[in-house]
């Protein structure tokens, strides 16, 4: 088993900036890719970012110049940099681990964007 833990969500102004962090701990052996995905009211949970074990990232358009997804030192922990952020990136954040063949979600962080 693999725990997600979640950190940074918050309430901030358009324009400002957010930090998510999610670590990984438990039974790990090979972390495949780490991302993170959003949820709206009313919608549905979409890609924001997701980084490989190699470092490969991919970007949801609606996000890409302004979101950063890293991973750290350790290689357990992803980080999502939230930029210029928008109104309309108000959403709970989603944490998601690939591990071997075995897919774990975080328990979601609220980011509220005010106009």
């Known amino acids: 088993q693999v725990q997600l833990v979640e950190s940074g969500g918050g309430l901030v102004q358009a324009g400002g900036s957010l930090r998510l962090s999610c670590a990984a701990s438990g039974s790990i052996f090979s972390i495949v890719t780490m991302g993170w995905y959003r949820q709206a009211p009313g919608k549905q949970r979409e890609l924001v970012a997701t980084i490989t074990r190699g470092g490969s990232t991919n970007y949801a358009d609606s996000v890409k110049g302004r979101f950063t997804i890293s991973r750290g030192n350790a290689k357990n922990t992803v980080y999502l940099q939230m930029n210029s952020l928008k109104p309309e990136d108000t959403a709970v954040y989603y944490c998601?681990?690939?591990?071997?063949?075995?897919?774990?979600w975080g328990q979601g962080t609220q980011v509220t964007v005010s106009s």
């Open positions: 998601k681990v690939i591990e071997s063949l075995q897919t774990y």
